[in-house]
């Protein structure tokens, strides 16, 4: 057994002998370009491993290496060994939909008449400290409670702030984040990208100063529930929550509007985890919008724009 064993290994020293020679030459003539094709495949293996975590890492933490919990993904299944219960009540009852149909000229009439009010909604940026009844906010939020939302989770949470020490401290917050965006991040220094960026803003004439966060007299901060907790401690899923929370905005700035204010629409560039903290929301909740709301200035100016005709925007099949 043991002279088999040392016979086979013989063959195959004298094999492998005869291989090596046989390569020797092809590989003494062309190792450079041998080594420089390895080293460019190790060097694409590992940019294509990095990158493709970059969005993770950057999600997972923020500019203070604050841990930051990853959004769920509500399409995706759900990892729960724990027994499926409906978010809602097996039971829920169903009632009789309470129903008003308009004749045909009504609707024509209503629907105009909305489109004449909201075409009037503009961005302002110049706000006045008179002072606003707190009535006419929590009838606005209400009614941006109303929006549908993935299985009636309602993913939405409304900080409202009137208090000045709090708004001058979410405006350092922003100012600061802000800074960095215009001189480093988006500026001539950075990337062509960041060229554009400052180029299409300029017209608009913003800069990082945001005056309006102290001079309005609400603040309102649109955070949207990743997922929340049921009374028993249970995770509940929040479906869509990025769709519904977009939706309540919409229905948010429409009442805004139609009480009679005004609003600018600011999704704070990196500023989520540190007002999260600020506000003491939980880990499960993200900053979506940030909304100064009250009356304009007197002297408020907004730019001279125009909207996309009919044709541009719908189709019609």
Not at 166 to 184: A, F, P
Request: proline share 5%; charged share 30%; with cysteine.
């Amino acid at each position: 057994m043991f002279l088999l064993q040392g016979v086979f290994r013989e063959e195959l020293e004298e094999e492998f002998r005869h291989t090596m020679q046989e390569y020797i030459p092809f590989i003494s003539k062309y190792w450079p370009f041998i080594i420089t094709g390895l080293v460019c495949y190790l060097a694409t293996r590992f940019c294509f491993y990095a990158l493709g975590d970059k969005d993770k890492r950057i999600s997972m933490y923020n500019k203070d290496g604050e841990h930051e919990e990853a959004d769920l993904d509500t399409d995706e299944e759900v990892n729960d060994d724990s027994e499926i219960v409906p978010a809602l009540p097996a039971d829920l009852k169903h009632i009789p939909f309470e129903f008003e149909r308009y004749s045909e000229e009504e609707s024509v009439r209503r629907a105009k008449e909305f489109y004449e009010l909201v075409k009037t909604r503009r961005t302002v940026r110049f706000f006045s400290k008179d002072p606003v009844p707190l009535e006419v906010i929590q009838n606005i939020v209400k009614a941006a409670g109303t929006a549908p939302s993935g299985a009636h989770t309602e993913p939405w949470t409304y900080v409202v702030v009137s208090d000045l020490d709090m708004k001058v401290k979410i405006r350092d917050i922003v100012e600061e984040e802000e800074k960095v965006n215009y001189l480093r991040r988006f500026g001539n220094t950075l990337s062509s990208a960041g060229e554009k960026w400052t180029a299409d803003l300029k017209p608009l004439r913003t800069n990082w100063i945001k005056e309006y966060l102290t001079t309005a007299p609400y603040l309102i901060l649109v955070f949207k529930q990743v997922f929340s907790y049921k009374e028993d401690g249970s995770k509940k899923v929040h479906y869509y929550n990025d769709m519904s929370v977009s939706i309540a905005s919409g229905i948010l700035l429409t009442a805004i509007h139609y009480a009679g204010l005004v609003t600018l629409t600011s999704t704070p560039l990196n500023c989520g985890g540190r007002l999260r903290s600020l506000l003491e929301r939980p880990s499960y909740e993200k900053l979506m919008l940030l909304l100064p709301v009250g009356y304009p200035a007197k002297n408020a100016t907004v730019p001279d724009l125009y909207r996309k005709e009919l044709d541009e925007i719908m189709v019609q099949i």
